[in-house]
Antibody, heavy 120, light 111 residues
Framework: QVQLQESGPGLVKPSETLSLTCSVS????????WSWIRQPPGKGLEWIGYIYDSGTTKYSPSLRSRVNISVDTSRKQVFLKLTSVSAADTAIYYC??????????????WGQGTLVTVSS | QSVLTQPPSASGTPGQRVTISCSGSSSNIGNNPVNWYQHLPGTAPKLLIYNTSKRPSGVPDRFSGSKSGTSASLAISGLQSEDEADYYC????????????FGGGTKLTVL
């Protein structure tokens, strides 16, 4: 079955760019949407955005100005870049596959997540 | 402040039936299917219910979902100790060009 694994630096300095990679294994990256979702410490889940294998993207209105999601289908990887980070961006970052059927969308499966701390 | 409103906590004893609510608006729950996720800290969130009331294979039929107007509910019957987790509702919101919204999460404690 499809498995997702997030990776990237666990510590990023304020005002710098957060960069994460989601590696997809056990299935095709093509013809699917891939999402990033985060969870700040002690808080709930927050959707960041998604990308289709063609490169079509959609982002959260609150993060749109700072987010870029890209994909490399040949390497089966999805990338997240978040610029000008602050302590408020400290969170566990998850990648997940977005599924669609009969008018509804849902996330399954999810990766284990990776903790990113923003601190000097 | 989450767009979808969930009670921060819920509890029940083994064998009981517990319901978790998720309140939204006409631009989200009122117009789109709802999904529910179970999350144990330190693990990957798990899809419990999709398209308001459908269960993925492997999810026990003790879990059920429903929706009425701008509110949705997750019901867990025959509560078990392993059900102790955080539960999140989520759906599409048609405002601001369309985006995904989550509830703030409900911590379920099995007493």
């Amino acid at each position: 079955q499809v498995q997702l694994q997030e990776s990237g630096p666990g510590l990023v300095k304020p005002s710098e760019t957060l960069s994460l990679t989601c590696s997809v294994s056990g299935g095709s990256i093509n013809s699917h949407y891939w999402s990033w979702i985060r969870q700040p410490p002690g808080k709930g889940l927050e959707w960041i955005g998604y990308i289709y294998d063609s490169g079509t993207t959609k982002y959260s209105p609150s993060l749109r100005s700072r987010v870029n999601i890209s994909v490399d289908t040949s390497r089966k990887q999805v990338f997240l870049k978040l610029t000008s980070v602050s302590a408020a961006d400290t969170a566990i970052y998850y990648c997940a596959r977005r599924n669609y059927d009969n008018g509804g969308y849902w996330f399954d499966p999810w990766g284990q997540g990776t903790l990113v701390t923003v601190s000097s | 402040q989450s767009v979808l409103t969930q009670p921060p906590s819920a509890s029940g004893t083994p064998g009981q039936r517990v319901t978790i609510s998720c309140s939204g608006s006409s631009s989200n729950i009122g117009n789109n299917p709802v999904n529910w996720y179970q999350h144990l800290p330190g693990t990957a969130p798990k899809l419990l219910i999709y398209n308001t009331s459908k269960r993925p294979s492997g999810v026990p039929d003790r879990f059920s979902g429903s929706k009425s107007g701008t509110s949705a509910s997750l019901a867990i019957s025959g509560l078990q100790s392993e059900d102790e987790a955080d539960y999140y509702c989520a759906t599409w919101d048609d405002s601001l060009g369309g985006h995904v919204v989550f509830g703030g999460g409900t911590k379920l404690t099995v007493l």
